[in-house]
């Protein structure tokens, strides 16, 4: 009990919670078992006269004139079973013949011996046991505190005393050992919540994680139509495949297939399908089938990933093809889409000279641009803060964290950033360079959750690249913060992206397309001090919403009307009778004084015999956009986007749209991220009277140095007809 109190838990209710209730309310352990394996009990009774003895070694054994030892097999193997079992030792009180008792040792016993019998102690290593003694952290399921993590503990805390530890030499055994941290981990479940078992074959085979493929029995079903495969039903849940066929064959390479949708059957062996029995002819199987899901297996790191970032690892976790496949998407392709854009852009400014990692050293950070040192800030903090969670084996948080880090590389820096990658300059140098110290860096922070992912990237940007580079990422340590935060442009940057939030979902209520521009957004702040910050930054505004202007204004009751409701299901507990006087006196004040003083910190109302404060929690406010107006808030503004249409915003939607088309052209063509073209555009008036308004913008995007309007002349052309919302339009592009 008290080597457990000097133990880090995590969680930390473990400690004094199921595993200190064990230990306080604990009972003797029945040593011996009765099983075939398992190490031999070592005590020899006489069959004459009962008499036990009790050998602490095969030397003590040997002296007292045992015979029998089996000289055929290994010395180490002779005395287990069940060559053991042969030996007899004369009784010396009866003369009779002492045998070995049939029981053996529980395996608990072998498990919690582990720290020691690992390294053959104190027999040999004994050096190396005391430099690996105690263990740093050990983790288990949560079932082990009644297994594993206790025989550890109470075998640890029997035999390393003051005696023990002088007899080999070792340091006084200072508590706790023998580990110093224990990380204890929640159960796999189904998605029904119900624990994964093989018996029950509710469990997400780990061959179609890893591999994609598994070999399965198959048995005849006939009420099963042709070309359908039956599963357990919470199979069919997990993998989630709709209406995606799986592959099935005779063999894993096998050169006749059949595609089979998967369906719902009364499945009842393990690891089992059912299939119509001409279906079975038709593939020439036996009793199995290889069973191959469609699209490339998630593999370990989603696996990894999925345990790791789903929920506190002491959490039970819902395993499915499903929940991986999501974590899959969520972080390692996204990260994989960042690189494969970055390398793109890289290879080609390696080729005309204008980036070389291993030969040139990139800008300041101070002298680069504010969304430069906005993601590599970011970087500098999620390696501080992982690392502390790490530090204290709090590995969700994390998780969480890196996954946030990626998130904000990929939908807000890189997003922003497209248009200075196919740039010049020091500008597009500051882009790459910047990209690259955040994706190496990254690499070495994923390291311990996703080990294959983190190797790729670091084989890709460190080795072979940087002549200083460690072979491999498992072979560096933790990152160093590069140094003090920048706090205030966090802080910017945080309440930028929220506009830019609410903007969006404002564009999202009106309906008005992503590629239609729009003349502006106005911006009521209720810190209007901040105003400065977001006139810094408005640019990334623009861009991200589309619009031409960001305004402020002091007062958003021009533009939007507020409305304040109680949050019944908050407030009901709280007020009881007093609910519906609430109600009402929210109703009958101007939503815009209460959202006001909601904004100012509390709302004061006044239920009849007694007044209360009510705070954002407490309620929900309902925003409502006046005239050509379309609105969102949130605690820190209201943004609102103006909606109203003029000739020359749709002229410049219509161009967008276009512009779309050819991109889509360049596609179909295969051709290179930096090959130029000559683009000739024919078609409606309105379309012309776009290309000549907007023709810039077109020539920039596609890289057509020369865009034309009309049938154009000369050979090389290819001709596509495209519709360009209900206008029929003519695209011309000729490869340079």
């Excluded at 002491?314 to 499903?322: D, H, I, K, N, P």
């Excluded at 308004?693 to 309007?709: I, K, M, N, Q, V």
């Excluded at 009309?710 to 360009?724: L, R």
Aim: charged share 25%.
């Amino acid at each position: 009990i008290e080597n457990n109190q000097h133990i880090g838990w995590t969680p930390e209710h473990i400690k004094d919670g199921r595993f200190g209730d064990f230990l306080r309310n604990n009972v003797d352990w029945a040593l011996s078992r009765e099983r075939f394996w398992g190490t031999p009990l070592n005590i020899w009774a006489c069959q004459g006269c009962d008499h036990m003895k009790a050998p602490r070694s095969t030397a003590e054994l040997k002296s007292w004139g045992a015979v029998g030892f089996d000289e055929s097999v290994d010395e180490h193997l002779q005395i287990h079973k069940p060559w053991i079992d042969g030996v007899t030792v004369p009784c010396p009180h009866c003369g009779g013949t002492m045998e070995r008792v049939s029981e053996v040792i529980d395996c608990w016993f072998d498990s919690g011996c582990m720290p020691f019998a690992q390294w053959g102690f104190p027999h040999q290593n004994q050096d190396t046991f005391k430099e690996q003694f105690p263990a740093d952290w050990i983790s288990e399921a949560i079932d082990q505190t009644r297994g594993w993590f206790y025989s550890l503990l109470a075998i640890s805390t029997l035999l390393f005393d003051e005696e023990t530890c002088a007899r080999y030499d070792l340091a006084a055994p200072a508590m706790p050992h023998p580990y110093k941290n224990c990380v204890v981990l929640g159960l796999i479940l189904d998605m029904d919540g119900i624990k994964e078992s093989k018996s029950k074959g509710n469990y997400t085979s780990p061959n179609l994680v890893l591999r994609g493929t598994t070999k399965l029995a198959v048995l005849p079903d006939d009420s099963l139509k042709r070309g359908t495969v039956g599963l357990k039903a919470a199979q069919v849940r997990s993998l989630d495949l709709g209406k995606q066929p799986v592959q099935l064959g005779a063999s894993k390479d096998a050169s006749s297939t059949l595609d089979a949708r998967i369906v719902t059957a009364d499945v009842d062996p393990k690891d089992t399908v059912h299939l119509h029995p001409d279906d079975i002819a038709q593939l020439g199987l036996d009793d199995s089938v290889w069973f191959t899901v469609p699209g490339e297996a998630p593999g370990a790191d989603a696996f990894r990933w999925l345990f790791c970032a789903s929920n506190p690892v002491s959490s039970s976790t819902r395993l499915s093809m499903r929940a991986i496949r999501e974590g899959q998407r969520e972080f390692l392709i996204r990260l994989r889409n960042v690189y494969q854009f970055f390398a793109i852009y890289a290879d080609i400014a390696r080729e005309a000279g204008s980036f070389d990692p291993a030969g040139s050293a990139p800008r300041s950070r101070a002298d680069r641009s504010e969304l430069d040192r906005w993601i590599l800030d970011r970087v500098d903090q999620t390696t501080h803060e992982a690392g502390e969670e790490l530090s204290s084996f709090h590995i969700y948080p994390a998780a969480r964290a890196i996954l946030a880090l990626v998130d904000d590389l990929s939908n807000w820096y890189v997003r922003r950033s497209r248009a200075r990658f196919w740039g010049e300059g020091p500008e597009l140098q500051d882009a790459l360079w910047t990209l690259y110290e955040a994706l190496l860096t990254i690499s070495r922070l994923i390291a311990p959750f996703v080990p294959f992912t983190a190797e790729a990237l670091w084989q890709q940007l460190a080795v072979g690249v940087r002549p200083d580079a460690a072979e491999s990422v498992h072979l560096m340590s933790w990152p160093e913060v590069s140094g003090t935060r920048d706090q205030a442009l966090a802080a910017d940057m945080a309440l930028a992206r929220k506009l830019a939030s609410l903007g969006l979902a404002a564009r999202t209520a009106s309906k008005v397309k992503v590629r239609q521009p729009l003349q502006a957004i106005t911006v009521v702040l209720a810190d209007p001090s901040r105003q400065a910050a977001v006139e810094r930054l408005a640019d990334l505004l623009l861009d991200e919403l589309n619009v031409r202007e960001v305004r402020f204004a002091a007062d958003a009751g021009t533009f939007v009307e507020f409305t304040v409701k109680p949050d019944y299901k908050k407030l009901g507990k709280k007020l009881g009778k007093d609910m519906k006087a609430c109600a009402k006196a929210l109703g009958a004040m101007s939503g815009s004084l209460a959202k006001a003083a909601l904004d100012a910190g509390g709302l004061e109302v006044d239920l009849g015999e007694r007044s209360i404060t009510l705070t954002d929690e407490d309620v929900v406010v309902q925003i409502t956009a006046k005239g050509a107006y379309e609105a969102a808030s949130a605690a820190e503004a209201v943004v609102v986007l103006h909606t109203e249409l003029t000739d020359d915003l749709r002229a410049e939607g219509l161009l967008r749209e276009l512009t779309s088309k050819v991109q889509g052209q360049r596609k179909q063509l295969d051709l290179g991220y930096t090959q130029r073209i000559d683009l000739a555009i024919d078609g409606a008036p309105d379309v012309i009277d776009a290309v000549a308004r907007f023709g810039d913008y077109l020539s920039r995007e596609s890289l057509a140095p020369s865009l034309t309007t009309g049938a154009p002349t000369g050979e090389g052309w290819t001709t596509t007809e495209a519709d360009v919302d209900g206008h029929a339009v003519t695209i011309h592009v000729r490869p340079r």
